[in-house]
């Protein structure tokens, strides 16, 4: 099933994805933040923290794979 995540200042609200359900959210302030698909609404809000967790890891993880190389590299120059 999937779900709308919606926030309102700090407040993560996810509602089954309609249409017309997610209109009613946004008139009364919140803003339409992703659509996961999840089987309730607890998980789905955990599918969006894994997601944003995911896009932060892999940048540092490819940049800690890539400094030992980079460092071998500029040794080999310096030498």
Do not use: H
């Not at 994805?17 to 789905?44: I, M, P, R, W």
């Not at 997601?51 to 071998?72: E, G, I, S």
Request: charged share 25%; with cysteine.
């Amino acid at each position: 099933m999937d779900f709308y995540i919606l926030k309102k200042q700090d407040k993560l609200v996810a509602i089954p994805a309609d249409e017309q359900n997610c209109k009613q959210y946004l008139e009364d302030g919140y803003f339409y933040v992703d659509k996961v698909a999840a089987c309730n609404e607890k998980s789905a809000l955990e599918v969006l923290q894994n997601k944003q967790t995911k896009v932060f890891k892999t940048p540092v993880l490819l940049f800690l794979l890539a400094l030992p190389v980079v460092a071998f590299i500029w040794w080999q120059i310096t030498r």
